[in-house]
């Protein structure tokens, strides 16, 4: 049998140690009647990422109001 040269992303459970070790989950909460779920999946629809679109509009904002340096 070959040699697994990908080393341990084949192991039980790397990918959720992974995504611990490299990534943070911040949830959100949206009222219903706001209607950003609804522009959200009109993001969706278009092609876009919606994680990456939040992303992009929260570093944009936090650069902004002056929380954030600009890279």
């Given at each position: 049998?070959?040699?697994?040269?990908?080393?341990?992303?084949h192991?039980?459970?790397?990918?959720?140690?992974?995504?611990?070790e490299?990534?943070?989950?911040?949830?959100?909460?949206?009222?219903?009647?706001?209607?950003?779920?609804?522009?959200?999946?009109?993001?969706?629809e278009?092609?876009?990422?919606?994680n990456?679109?939040?992303?992009?509009?929260?570093?944009?904002?936090l650069?902004?109001?002056?929380?954030m340096?600009?890279?």
């Amino acid at each position: 049998m070959a040699e697994n040269r990908k080393g341990n992303r084949h192991k039980p459970g790397y990918v959720d140690r992974y995504n611990a070790e490299m990534y943070d989950n911040i949830r959100i909460r949206v009222r219903k009647d706001s209607g950003i779920r609804d522009a959200l999946w009109k993001v969706a629809e278009s092609g876009q990422s919606v994680n990456g679109y939040v992303l992009s509009a929260t570093e944009a904002k936090l650069i902004a109001d002056g929380y954030m340096p600009k890279k």
